[in-house]
């Protein structure tokens, strides 16, 4: 079985910043490709970041230049460096991992950003 557990979750002011980790169990973390989605009230859930096992790196529109995902295999974690946050940043945060065809995820963590 395949276990994601995000951390690092809170409440910051804008313009401030905010690292998640999700660390992953129960797979190959170094071969895996990761992701971060955030989901907003009222919202769809948005793609905010990937990261293939080479380390190669995609953003949303949104978030790039502000947002950096990173992987460390050592630790089978992935994080999601968070500068400049905006109050529209405000979601639940959750990473997820893929394996073969299918889409593991963790079980979130909200992130809010005040005015």
């Known amino acids: 079985q395949v276990q994601l557990v995000e951390s690092g979750g809170g409440l910051v002011q804008a313009g401030g910043s905010l690292t998640l980790s999700c660390a992953a169990s129960?797979?190959?973390?170094?071969?895996?490709?990761m992701a971060w989605y955030r989901q907003a009230p009222g919202k769809q859930r948005e793609l905010v970041a990937t990261i293939t096992s080479g380390g190669t790196t995609n953003y949303a529109d949104s978030v790039k230049g502000r947002f950096t995902i990173t992987r460390d295999n050592a630790k089978n974690t992935v994080y999601l460096q968070m500068n400049s946050l905006k109050p529209e940043d405000t979601a639940v945060y959750c990473c997820?991992?893929?394996?073969?065809?299918?889409?593991?995820w963790g079980q979130g963590a909200q992130v809010t950003v005040s005015s």
């Open positions: 129960g797979t190959n973390f170094g071969i895996r490709p």
């Open positions: 997820d991992l893929q394996r073969g065809f299918r889409t593991y």
